[in-house]
């Protein structure tokens, strides 16, 4: 017996159950279980948790969440070709896996799961950046989740965590920060995956604030960002005209050079104005 677990090595998963990779759902596969448990051990003490993944596939990394210790995993996979497999996993740890054949985007997981709930995914590249916004962005703060391990394309891991003044920096970075810690804590190359995709992934985990690092309404301030980011090359008194007639002299009350640009706007800088602007 090799492994974290008495279940097959997850290639004869996949002869088994004819599990060919689907490009069109983002199927990059993980099989070396020693890195599933790798991974899983970044979402932290699961011992408490409930943990939602999304896109379980043949089930590398669920496996990975059970053997540390998850109290309960929730999976939602669009894939039913990967259900046989999974109930399998399921058999292993008896009570502690549910598997939804759905699509992530449309499950409600809370008619699921019991709090505290940590997610935890490698996540179908097609949809990634969706679900984040959406888990991001919920109707009252603190959300349903106490922190998201979540595998990216190394570019879009490096947008979450971007710095003002870099190239990646803008609306998602501004986004994750405002109400949660993020930090790239592991790169893959391509060929820790079956079939290699074309680019590095990278995995962020990000812990949710109890409330957002400064003040701000999220509305407005979705809407400040969106608007200095649409015309990043432009100077902040052109970019966001539109928003009020006297924006320089409200750029200036929040600490903002009306001829900078967005991308060397801090967060802070940037809830300063929202608030201004929420003010008018
Ligand atoms: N977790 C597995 C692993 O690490 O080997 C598979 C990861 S693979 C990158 C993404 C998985 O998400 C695939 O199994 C795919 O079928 C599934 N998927 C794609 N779109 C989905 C959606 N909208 N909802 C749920 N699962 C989805």
């Given amino acids: 017996m090799a492994g974290i677990d008495t279940l097959p090595p997850l290639r004869e998963v996949i002869a088994t159950h004819g599990l060919s990779a689907k490009k069109a759902l983002g199927q990059n596969f993980l099989l070396d279980?020693?890195?599933?448990?790798?991974?899983?051990?970044?979402?932290?003490?699961?011992?408490?948790?409930?943990?939602?993944?999304?896109g379980p596939g043949p089930g590398g990394l669920t496996r990975g969440l059970l053997a540390e210790g998850a109290r309960r995993v929730l999976a939602i996979e669009k894939d039913a070709r990967c259900l046989p497999a999974l109930s399998e996993i399921a058999a292993a740890y008896p009570g502690r896996l549910e598997v939804v054949n759905g699509d992530a985007l449309e499950v409600d997981p809370l008619a699921h799961l019991t709090p505290p709930i940590r997610i935890a995914a490698n996540l179908p590249y097609n949809v990634g950046t969706e679900l984040l916004v959406r888990w991001l962005t919920p109707d009252a703060w603190p959300p349903f989740w106490d922190s998201l391990t979540l595998m990216f394309q190394k570019e879009v891991a490096e947008r979450i965590v971007a710095a003002p003044g870099s190239k990646a920096y803008g609306r998602l970075a501004l986004l994750a920060q405002w109400r949660a810690e993020a930090e790239i804590v592991l790169t893959l190359p391509p060929e820790a995956f079956t079939p290699p995709p074309k680019v590095s992934s990278a995995v962020v985990h990000l812990t949710a604030l109890p409330e957002p690092r400064y003040p701000a309404d999220p509305k407005v301030l979705e809407r400040v960002v969106a608007m200095a980011f649409n015309q990043r090359r432009k100077m902040l008194r052109a970019a966001l005209r539109g928003l009020a007639p006297d924006i320089q002299d409200r750029l200036e009350a929040s600490g903002i050079k009306p001829t900078d640009r967005a991308e060397t706007v801090s967060l802070e800088q940037f809830c300063a104005l929202a608030r201004n602007i929420a003010a008018v």
């Fill in 33 to 54: 279980l020693n890195l599933t448990a790798k991974i899983a051990r970044l979402a932290g003490d699961m011992s408490g948790c409930d943990v939602l993944e999304i």
